[in-house]
């Protein structure tokens, strides 16, 4: 599991089409069964673009346990964004 916070903003030279967003989201996974699930939470502010950024995860299921995280965008005109982020994650497992 893991949490990581980030900034996208748009990379268009177009002053009239903006995208920022800033959030958090935190990633977990069940590695017996091999399932992942994301909390996204965010805000954002968009001028004449439409769309969204969505993440998705997955996790390998060759024994590894390698989970991967994946960006989807759907604004228009075919906008491409930077993302900035942070990543925090826990270091060891203690068993009670």
């Known amino acids: 599991s893991f949490i990581f916070e980030y900034s996208l903003k748009d990379k268009s030279s177009n002053v009239h089409q903006t995208y920022k967003r800033i959030g958090s989201a935190m990633v ?10 994301i909390n996204d939470t965010y805000s954002d502010h968009h001028a004449n673009i439409t769309g969204n950024v969505n993440f998705t995860a ?19 005109s075919s906008t491409d964004c930077q993302m900035r982020y942070i990543l925090r994650r826990w270091q060891t497992t203690v068993t009670t």
């Not at 390998?60 to 991967?68: E, F, L, Q, R, Y």
């Open 28 to 37: 977990g996974a069940d590695t017996d069964s091999k399932q992942v699930f």
């Open 58 to 76: 997955s996790i390998a299921t060759d024994g590894t346990d390698i989970i991967s995280l994946s960006a989807n965008n759907s604004l228009t």
